[in-house]
């Protein structure tokens, strides 16, 4: 039976509506900037990588080879020893965490979870789904972990591996937790065992090209990093990659006869298409073009901070960050503008949001009623 006339007038006005909100996204880490529509001819296709990325299946209908090569992207790009890596295209930031710690979970089965107050909220579920005993450590006020409480925290546990989540960029605040100085914490303590998810959803993408580096990747002491495919790079379909050291996955590694394949990722069928997605922004942006959208996003952070000072805000943002902080505006402005409030509410400057977005948020701001507070 073909769309009614109806059916179709729905859809047109769901279209309508879907361009109006995304011109005005303001609140949310998503870029809006891709273009695939050469990828549109691979959505007449069922695609689905089943199983491991590197592992061939006797389905044949995927595209695990661009696939490996995000992964092997990725794994540059978080500086992993060479050939020493393993990962998979996620469908976003919150599969790759829990598939991380499952890892972690499986090397170390009696360790204890350390994550900040700040932590995302996938963390905290996945600790439950895994049924690992969470130590939340308190954040400093900007968002960054607390180090001295860490390591008053695994002080008190210190006969128990160690499972640190590293925040690279928390939801709120964009606060980089150093990765470094937790693993440090551990040393001191002579906690021998020890595993440090990286959870980069949403800097990793960028956090390489900051000056100063935040200490976040495998150079710097992580076992794995996650990091969302839809926020800086841009997809229209949510997704992620989880990269981790190699010899994690081989552990939690089970063949599964039918499939041909292995049993290494979190569901069965997986996406074949945001693969083509990613592999599509890294070879049309390339390492510097990505580093070129960072650094124009950095600048328009900058000129957001500017201009709500400029008009009386007391705005900020944490160092490098594309996250910009302000008192919660009057409900109106936080609906139109999709700002996520807590305590406060934020902006944040992905790519496709420009200097004429700012303005006119600024100017919504401003005439609005005097901001009431979350
Ligand atoms: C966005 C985000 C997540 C979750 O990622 P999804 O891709 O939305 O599943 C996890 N952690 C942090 C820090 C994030 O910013």
Redesign the pocket.
Known sequence: MPLTADDHRRLQSLREHLAEATEVLAGY?IARDFDIQALAPFLDFPLNNLGDPGVPSTYRIGTQAFEREVVDFMAAHFRAPGGGAWGYVTH????A?LHALYLARERFPDGVLYASEAS?Y?IVKSARILGLPLVRVRAQPHGEIDYGHLEACLRRNRHRPALLVA?I???MTEARDDAGAMLWACRALGIERRHLHS?A??CGAYAPFLTPRPSFDFEDGAGSVAV?G??FFGSPI?C?VMVARKDLVDAVAAEVGYTGSVDTTLTGSRNGFTPLVLWHALRTWGVEGLRARAMHALDTAAYAVDRLRGAGIPAWRNENALTVVFPAPDGRVRAKWQLATQDASHLIVMPGLERHHVDALVEDLVRSPVPVGA
């Open positions: 880490p976003g930031g919150s599969e965490n995302h996938s925040n960029g928390t939801t959870d959803a949403l969302s839809h926020k949510p992620g």
